[in-house]
């Protein structure tokens, strides 16, 4: 059984001398009864379904059903080649891949919840653009997800990971904690800076609702996988340059499941909340099931 806290994870990894991927591995041949090889083939097959969606809707412009998003990836990686950026295009890249999974998704492709659909862009955007940069093979890439699965396990056990029960935080929230995790690992971090990281990510983004625009998952939800990403990108940085969480990350946790549990019904995905209820909102959902009537 995989651990219940973040200590208890750093402790066994201490004891054995190991890295949470390494833990996770283990953990799941222990669970699944699979071979060490086929555990990390079932990985391998996830980062190759993040892999595209991440790069498909960079290449040409994707349009959601509803038409709300579409054609942002393709524009920030055009952005990006201009090499007129203030952040630089490896920051550029890295957005780019975030909303080109969230644009697959709402055009009803195929991505990786990771941990849920509205937060399917960071992780993957997060993971290959850090491969990218520090020349990391596509082993190291299926080891960082394992990284952010084994944070994502903790979280998802005294917190949760559904924007119905504890808004974005729970989500994009989530992904971005799990990501920088797996980034510190990536750049031989400890386990213990890689939870430090998870713990400063959850800390920045305490608090956000979920106010999906027209009830979709589009809105600013595809957005908000971008500012995830570059969440989770300098924090671990600023990790491995030493800084750590006074709060340790177990009590983040429990604090982003209170404060999530605080937040009214109308901030939790119901669309009766934040932006969804402002006036553009309001009219762009009647123009959207207006036309799906009439169809």
């Not at 952010?148 to 990971?161: D, R």
């Amino acid at each position: 059984m995989f651990v219940s806290t973040g200590i208890e994870l750093i402790d066994i990894c201490k004891k054995e001398n190991i890295s949470i991927w390494e833990y996770t591995i283990r953990s799941e041949m222990a669970k699944s009864e699979l071979s060490r090889e086929d555990v990390i083939e079932r990985m391998r097959k996830n980062l190759h379904v993040m892999m595209s969606s991440s790069s498909l809707a960079q290449e040409k412009e994707i349009k959601s059903v509803s038409g709300l998003i579409g054609g942002d990836a393709y524009r920030l990686r055009k952005y990006a080649d201009s090499g007129n950026t203030l952040t630089g295009d490896f920051m550029v890249k890295a957005m780019a891949r975030a909303i080109s999974s969230s644009e697959v998704n709402a055009a009803m492709g195929r991505i990786v919840a990771s941990p849920t659909a509205g937060s399917c862009g960071i992780l993957p955007a997060v993971i290959i653009s850090a491969a990218e940069r520090l020349n990391k093979s596509e082993e190291d890439m299926i080891n960082g997800l394992f990284t952010a699965s084994g944070v994502g396990i903790i979280i998802a056990k005294h917190a949760t990971l559904a924007g119905a029960e504890g808004g974005c935080q729970a989500e994009c929230g989530s992904a971005a904690a799990m990501g920088s995790a797996a980034v510190v690992e990536m750049m031989g971090g400890t386990p213990e800076q890689a939870l430090d990281a998870a713990a400063i990510v959850l800390k920045n983004i305490l608090g956000l609702i979920c106010d999906p625009v027209a009830g979709l998952v589009e809105v600013p939800c595809a957005k908000r996988n971008i500012a995830g990403t570059v969440s989770a990108l300098t924090t671990a940085e600023i990790t491995m340059a030493g800084v750590k969480s006074k709060i340790p990350f177990d009590e983040v946790v429990w604090a982003m499941y209170k404060v999530g549990k605080q937040l009214p019904p109308e901030l939790r995905e119901t669309a009766q909340g934040g932006i969804a209820i402002t006036p553009t909102a309001q009219k762009l959902r009647e123009e959207i099931f207006s036309e799906k009537t009439t169809l």
